[in-house]
């Protein structure tokens, strides 16, 4: 099974508009944005975050 293939992108495409509609299709991707940039900037947060503390146990650790 290998990468998808443009065959089954039309496919998927296809699909999508016979479940949602044409008119909903543009929603669904503004929010699908939206939610892929609150993710990226949570994920970005996450690993700020935990920089500091790994810093802070090598520092401990060379004490030691």
Same mark, same amino acid.
């Given at each position: 099974? +290998? /990468?998808? %293939?443009?065959?089954? !992108?039309?496919?998927? @495409?296809?699909?999508?508009?016979? #479940?949602? +509609? /044409?008119? %909903?299709?543009?929603? !669904?991707?503004?929010? @699908?944005?939206?939610?892929?940039? #609150?993710?990226?900037?949570?994920?970005?947060?996450?690993?700020?975050?935990?920089?500091?503390?790994?810093?802070?146990?090598?520092?401990?650790?060379?004490?030691?």
């Amino acid at each position: 099974m +290998g /990468a998808f %293939k443009p065959s089954h !992108i039309i496919v998927l @495409l296809i699909i999508l508009i016979i #479940v949602f +509609g /044409a008119s %909903k299709l543009p929603d !669904i991707a503004k929010n @699908l944005g939206k939610s892929a940039k #609150v993710l990226k900037k949570e994920m970005k947060e996450l690993t700020e975050d935990e920089e500091p503390t790994t810093k802070s146990l090598d520092a401990d650790e060379e004490g030691k």
